[in-house]
Nanobody
Framework: QVQVVESGGGLVEPGGSVRLSCAAS????????IGWFRQAPGKEREGVSCIGKSDSSTWYTDSVKGRFTISKDNVKNTVYLELNTLKPEDAAVYSC????????????????WGQGTQVTVSS
């Protein structure tokens, strides 16, 4: 069964850090674009970061550049998103998704979605 499952969310204080995991099964993450998205209450879902096939490219939305880092562990078949220097506006449900075997992760269509993990930023 092809699926991705997110984990790692929780309550974090402003300025804090958290690492999200996107564990894949039924396919190999290194052969696909993997993206992270987030959706806050009352807002549209937005792309946060992605990594292309075989680490060919990475992309970050402007608001998280320098604070978030995407990485991959091919042995664990898992993609991570490290969130640092968190701000209240980063609070959202974060979801990962798998796309096609493309190097251009920012323009890839994403077809396999996880359920998401909540990140709450509050003191």
């Amino acid at each position: 069964q092809v699926q991705v499952v997110e984990s790692g969310g929780g309550l974090v204080e402003p300025g804090g850090s958290v690492r999200l995991s996107c564990a894949a099964s039924g396919f190999t993450v290194d052969n696909h674009a993997i993206g992270w998205f987030r959706q806050a209450p009352g807002k549209e879902r937005e792309g946060v970061s992605c990594i292309g096939k075989s680490d060919s490219s990475t992309w970050y939305t402007d608001s998280v550049k320098g604070r978030f880092t995407i990485s991959k562990d091919n042995v664990k078949n898992t993609v991570y998103l490290e969130l640092n220097t968190l701000k209240p506006e980063d609070a959202a449900v974060y979801s990962c998704a798998a796309g096609g075997p493309t190097e251009s992760c920012h323009t890839a269509p994403y077809a396999v979605w996880g359920q998401g993990t909540q990140v709450t930023v509050s003191s």
